[in-house]
């Protein structure tokens, strides 16, 4: 692209890292290991090669154009957050119009790559997650109600499932053990970020849990859903789903979240909420990679 084409309104030179950063690679790499888990566990024999590629490409795609279409509609808010104002939005590096252009496109290859060359289904129930996330949650329960998470949740847990019928074509209640999992993990991955970032989001008039019940409550919130989150990992063990490998690594995987829940609520320091955030995603990462060796290695 010409150099005086590729800036923005505000004058700032635009590169390709201002788009990747919109997709939020990380948490999409991470939704991406979900689906690969769904898709694994659908079945006792090898994958088709063509659902398991084209399946991760269109959910990957689908999910960076939500990703993106929530740097948009999100952009005052981030504009005021010490965690978010330096997105490429705010920064005014990339126009809402070229962010919405771009999500268009990521979202229109990706839907055409499922449904070409995945199923309708998987196709369809991707859309409807983005439609979730970027619209639902984003839109509308983001500023609507401290419950916000809990209900958006279901988009991000979706991936399970929609890496499931990528390959078999239809539901089963399996994967949507899977989702139930990431659904339950969801409220103490935020909340615990949220209780360290409680000043950002009072601030942009964003009602957060603790901002609206105070960071008690919250945290209290965090210990009670990760003590549900213990029970939900043992699902997959007791209806035969998953053997004595999964059991194991989620009983220990579970233990440490827990002990991080627990100083959170009890004994927490100035670092405390912040650790256990980020061991939220180690553990569900973990979680998942034992989910697939208990898979392949059952004894
Ligand atoms: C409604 C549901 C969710 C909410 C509100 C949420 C919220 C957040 C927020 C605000 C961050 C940014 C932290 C920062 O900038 O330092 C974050 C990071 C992250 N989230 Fe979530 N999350 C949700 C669901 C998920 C799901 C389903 C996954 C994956 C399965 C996930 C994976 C991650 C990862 C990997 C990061 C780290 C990203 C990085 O370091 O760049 N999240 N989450
Ligand atoms: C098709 C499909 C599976 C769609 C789901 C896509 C997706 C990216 C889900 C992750 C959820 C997430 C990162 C929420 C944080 O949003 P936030 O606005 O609260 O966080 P922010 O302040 O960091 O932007």
């Not at 449904?115 to 196709?123: K, P, Y």
């Not at 009983?251 to 670092?271: E, G, I, P, R, S």
């Amino acid at each position: 692209m010409e150099k005086s084409a590729s800036v923005a309104s505000q004058g700032q030179a635009v590169s390709w890292r201002d788009y990747y950063e919109m997709t939020k690679p990380k948490v999409v790499l991470l939704l991406l290991l979900t689906a690969l888990v769904g898709m694994c566990l659908s079945t006792d024999g090898a994958l088709p090669l063509q659902p398991l590629i084209m399946g991760l490409i269109g959910i990957g795609l689908l999910s960076s154009a939500a990703a993106a279409i929530n740097h948009v509609v999100d952009r005052r808010i981030d504009a005021q957050m010490a965690r978010t104002y330096n997105r490429p939005l705010p920064k005014g590096k990339v126009s809402p119009q070229r962010a919405l252009t771009f999500a268009f496109m990521l979202a229109l290859i990706g839907y055409v790559c499922l449904e070409i060359w995945v199923n309708r289904l998987t196709a369809v129930l991707t859309l409807a997650s983005l439609l979730g996330y970027a619209v639902v949650y984003t839109m509308y329960l983001k500023r609507a109600t401290p419950q916000n998470i809990v209900i958006g949740g279901l988009a991000g847990a979706a991936p399970p499932l929609l890496g499931w019928t990528a390959i078999t074509g239809e539901l089963h209640p399996y994967a949507l053990l899977l989702v139930l999992i990431i659904y339950t993990w969801t409220p103490p991955h935020f909340w615990a970020l949220a209780i360290h970032r409680e000043k950002d989001y009072a601030k942009a008039e964003v009602p957060m849990l603790p901002v609206t019940h105070g960071i008690e409550f919250t945290k209290t919130s965090v210990f009670l859903y990760t003590i549900l989150l213990m029970v939900v990992c043992l699902l997959p063990y007791l209806v035969g789903m998953s053997g004595m490998i999964y059991l194991l690594g989620a009983t220990a995987l579970n233990a440490v979240f827990f002990y991080y829940a627990w100083k959170l609520k009890f004994h927490a320091d100035q670092t405390t909420a912040m650790a256990t955030f980020k061991f939220s995603i180690l553990h569900l990462m973990l979680l998942f990679v034992v989910l697939l060796v208990d898979h392949y290695v059952r004894f």
